[in-house]
């Protein structure tokens, strides 16, 4: 199957690619949700965040280059545990990389609501902003549609100007408003003013996740990668590096030039349409403020091109592993690209957007599905080790470390999320798991694939459980006058209520 595709894409391709997943929507909006969820201890969350996906990057980077595969992500696990846990990754990773589409459509119109405020209306897109959307969202089929060298070409080009102009803004409000009391500020509740958890929460449901997720981007068009073994670990690891010290930047630069009128009632309740050119437009930064209104039309659409791309690589080798009907393998005769899989994914895309219309809605459910898929990647790397099926020249050092670490982490990501959000995304892994035994029953499938997933079922089961008697949500500070008796949740995100609740040995009781 994977002699259809053209091998076309060398380093600077494949690491275009992950850079432009990386800094899509997530560098306009990431840095204001998690500084609501965390304070500046966001500056924690992303470093913590960072390290995360380093540890999962190294353990993908081994296997893309051991077996470059279209959509490698969602097959792996089908080589060291057979279809069912391939199946829920598949399921997992599609409903995720599906949500990019409407995601980063959302973004651009939100940004563009600032000329036209018939787009959105504060909290949502409104029909005529879901309308544009989704005519945005066909123009990433389009360029998708025509071959992966014209996807390289017009994604090389937008990654240039994407990676400048959060460069540009970092410069420009460290060197022109930056407040370094405000990564401290008694006003609004000190460096950590929600704990630890705060900065924990905001890694899976702030967009942290969801911008550190582009570096797949070159495992699941490794496939098409002229020297697999060489470009991808050193595209994966190197786009990791960047994008950790690029948001760990604009995180500072984001925190430190906020005015501190608007810090007395605390981070929690800051919140703009367009962050970081709101701040531009409040600190008399009228030049940069036009740049980012322009960038957020170039930055989401970019990112959005490029998963595009995965996404039907993905739904791809999908359909290879029998999840799907065959005929989502169809390879267009002349460009040779997964035509079927992408117009099956804006569909989906466009399904999506609906229910969900509006940026922050769409990431924080899909953030904890990623962690879920990831775990997988820690499991194969190891078994493709002991079965001897990678050799020295792509093995990595200290893999047999890292994979567990990845695998642990990969746990928390999910965890973190917190009940709310994971219960979401478990009624959709669900759905998944129900369609699998469709197709295990009609293509009569090997009875060990089951057996080798029956691990997947329970580490979900597990993960559910823990999730709801000891719940992670939101971010917590101690109330003085409860003397350590209970809590109190400073602000609700979602509502904007506060609530007081009572720690119990397993779990919290609202009052």
């Known amino acids: 199957m994977e002699a259809g595709f053209r091998k076309q894409l060398g380093f600077w391709s494949l690491t275009a690619a992950s850079i432009g997943g990386v800094i899509g929507s997530g560098w306009l909006f990431s840095a204001m949700y998690a500084a609501q969820a ?23 980077s081994e296997l893309g280059a051991t077996r470059p595969e279209a959509g490698g992500i969602v097959r792996y696990p089908t080589y060291s545990n057979g279809t069912l846990v391939s199946s829920i990754v598949s399921w997992s990773t599609w409903i995720s990389y599906s949500a990019n589409a409407p995601t980063e459509a959302s973004a651009v119109m939100q940004y563009l609501s600032h000329f036209f405020p018939a787009l959105y ?8 902003g879901i309308t544009f959307a ?114 760990l930047l604009l995180q500072i630069a984001f925190i430190g030039a906020l005015p501190h009128s608007l810090l007395s009632h605390g981070f929690g309740s800051i919140n703009f349409k367009s962050p970081f050119a709101n701040i531009a437009l409040l600190i008399n930064l009228t030049w940069l403020s036009w740049i980012l209104y322009a960038d957020s039309a170039i930055s989401p659409t970019g990112s959005a091109i490029v998963y595009a791309a995965s996404n039907a690589r993905v739904t791809y080798s999908m359909g290879v592993n029998r999840f799907f009907p065959k005929f989502v393998t169809r390879l267009h005769p002349k460009y040779r690209v997964p035509f079927v ?22 990431i924080a459910v899909m953030g904890s599905l990623t962690g879920f898929s990831y775990a997988t990647g820690a499991v194969a790397v190891i078994a493709f080790r002991r079965k001897g099926l990678s050799g020295k020249d792509t093995q990595i050092r200290g893999i047999n470390l890292i994979a567990p670490i990845a695998f642990v982490v990969s746990g928390l990501i999910s965890y973190w999320a917190g009940w709310d959000k994971l219960s979401k995304a478990i009624i959709l ?46 971010f917590w500070t101690l109330n003085p006058e409860s003397r350590g008796q209970s809590f109190r949740k400073v602000l609700d995100s979602e ?13 919290i009781t609202l009052n």
Not at 121 to 128: F, P
Not at 141 to 168: C, E, M, W
Not at 495 to 507: A, E, F, Q, Y
């Open 134 to 247: 989704i005519l945005l969202m066909l123009v990433f089929v389009v360029i998708n549609y025509f071959g992966v060298r014209l996807f390289a070409r017009v994604n090389n080009t937008i990654t240039a100007i994407k990676v400048g102009v959060p460069l540009l803004t970092i410069v420009a409000l460290l060197a022109t408003s930056f407040h370094p009391g405000n990564l401290n500020s008694p006003a609004a509740g000190g460096f950590a003013p929600y704990g630890l958890a705060g900065a924990l929460g905001a890694i899976a449901t702030s967009g942290i996740v969801f911008a550190y997720t582009g570096f797949r981007q070159a495992i699941d068009l490794s496939g098409e990668a002229a020297n697999p073994k060489r470009d991808v670990p050193r595209a994966v690891i190197t786009v990791v590096l960047v994008s950790i010290v690029v948001y």
């Open 429 to 474: 892994l669900i759905i998944g798991i129900i369609v699998y035994f469709w197709s295990y029953f009609h293509y009569k499938k090997p009875r060990k694939d089951i057996v080798g997933g029956i691990w997947m079922l329970a580490y979900i089961f597990l993960m559910l459980i823990c999730s709801y008697l000891c719940i992670f949500r939101g």
């Open 495 to 507: 509502s904007g209520n506060s609530w007081t609740l009572s720690v119990r040995p397993c779990g």
């Open 121 to 128: 209306n504060g909290k949502s897109l409104t029909g005529l």
């Open 341 to 362: 899989a992408l117009f099956i994914n804006i569909l989906l895309g466009f399904t999506l957007l609906l229910p969900l219309p509006s940026w922050h809605s769409l």
């Open 38 to 60: 965390a304070g500046p201890a966001a500056i924690l969350a992303w470093i913590i965040g960072g390290l995360a996906m380093l540890c999962v990057g190294l353990v993908y």
